[in-house]
């Protein structure tokens, strides 16, 4: 691209997020760091940011990792399914893919976890038409269960959309090319469909794996305060321990494991993750 | 035959995600006719909530608060993100990756250690309230600007700009009536964005805002264990009837054609 006058004297335009980016991104992950990097005695110490590896925190960690590996998981198992039925019915054109995957955002998100566990508690509304059905009760409430259909719930159409728009892309001529030379549906799913859908399924992960591995309410309600995923740890470091450099170092080890897993996912290719959602 | 069985598979797929999708939903406007305080008990149809919902005090506030904080938070947005986008791509290659790095931490980081951080960084120079969740808000909304002006800057056809400028348009007119008319629909896309994402927030909003400042979010955290208020499934879902019907209006108006500013250097 050609860099006239005009365009450098355009670099200006960006010096109010300039300014932005330092004072809020850069200084306070200088502060966490700050607090993390602060022992017991007020120097310099690693105790914090190992914390990680007490026994405690270790489980409540590998417990994360278990819940965001099986939401992702379960998130994709869902979509492609739904992505190629939206696909088969031609449903997807009119908007009508964004319009049920949206929608459902703008109901509170607490309240529908909430809602998620009145229908699971043990005489709840699932266990109430089982039981019409003349089946046995599901023992759902306060398990890892319950706590993976919440985060499954909150963080499907994250997986659908992207998976969707790259799928919307795909040259109709090339499945139909690939149909006349004899192919059969499911290899015109491994063949073509899935692989130019790749793009979109990163950035699914992307957006599911981070936010299931972190969160604390959908564990805090529908885990009944038991089951602690690593995100109801450091709430509590800050709100009820009030010790702040452990929760801080605890929060950047989180930090650290969260960019090094997604560095391996993706690199650095998250753009047109906000135009993916609308 | 065969087509038909595939037809009716995919219905049926659509239809249980549908499902999936709904189910809470529908429990809580149930809620909101229910006329017993209790949520597991059925005691008849009422309108009640709805009535109690507009003398609440408290929920009205927080209402106030969170439309307030979603709207100043998205304006200033959009405003930083389209001016600091344009100034982006502008940039040498290897400054435009360092910022666009930066651009992606609010976005891939755990909200939990992004609200931490700036907790943190707050309680040193301004009082928790609505100040801080308001710098807080406006943060992690700039990045969904940027990503959703980005690629309509991209293929922003630069040459109609300086046509307008040879044709004796100052810089201001031009910007106005030549780049801001191809960058609208990444623009509004932005805001809106913004917009939703303040509104959703929970977790942000949590550990920036202090004692005495509620959104509906934190509102409604601090209820868990007391109960719900049965007003704050009516106000839920009069929000969520109301975003319905803008939804269905947007996608099913018929659409206007969209200026794409070539036509305005035509006219200059």
Known sequence: ?278 | MVERLKNLCSRCYIGLIILFLYAPILVLVMLSFNNSRSRVTWGGFTFDWYQKLFSNGQIMEALVTTLTLAFTSALLATLIGVLGALGIHAMRQKNYQIVMIFTNIPLLNADIVTGIALMLWFVHFIPLGFGSVLLAHITFNIPYVILSVMPKIRQMNVSLYEAARDLGANALYAFFRVILPQLASGILAGFFMAFTMSMDDFVITYFTKGAGVNTLSTMIYGEIRKGIKPEMYALSTIIFVFVFLILLAANYWPQKRKSDGAHVVENL
């Open chain 1, 1 to 278: 691209m050609k860099k006239g006058s005009a365009v450098k004297s355009r670099v200006w335009l960006s010096s109010p997020y300039i300014v932005w980016i330092i004072g809020f991104t850069v200084i306070p992950l200088g502060v966490i760091f700050k607090y993390a990097l602060t022992g017991r005695e007020g120097g310099f110490s690693l105790e914090y940011i190992s914390a990680i590896f007490d026994p405690i925190h270790l489980k409540a960690m590998v417990f994360s990792l278990e819940i965001a590996l099986g939401c992702t998981l379960f998130c994709i198992l869902l979509s492609y399914p739904l992505v190629l039925a939206l696909k088969h019915l031609n449903l997807g054109k009119q908007g009508f893919t964004m319009f049920i995957l949206i929608l459902p955002m703008w109901m509170n998100f607490i309240l529908r976890i909430l809602a998620w566990q009145m229908i699971l508690s043990n005489n709840g509304i699932l266990n109430l038409l089982l039981a019409k059905l003349g089946m046995e009760p599901l023992q759902l409430a306060n398990t890892g269960a319950a706590i993976m259909i919440g985060v499954v719930y909150d963080y499907l159409p994250y997986m659908v959309l992207p998976i969707f728009n790259a799928v919307a892309e795909i040259d109709e001529d090339i499945i139909e090319a690939a149909k006349d030379l004899g192919a059969n549906g499911f290899t015109v799913f491994r063949k073509i469909i899935f692989p130019l859908s790749v793009p979109g399924l990163l950035s699914g992960i992307v957006m599911v794996f981070v936010p299931s591995m972190t969160s604390f309410v959908i564990s805090d309600i529908l885990g009944g305060g038991k089951l602690q995923l690593i995100g109801n740890i450091i709430e509590q470091e800050f709100t009820k321990s009030a010790n702040w450099n452990l929760g801080s170092g605890l929060s950047v080890s989180l930090m650290i494991f969260v960019l090094i897993s997604m560095a391996f996912t993706t690199k650095n290719e998250v753009e047109g993750k906000g135009s993916a959602i609308w």
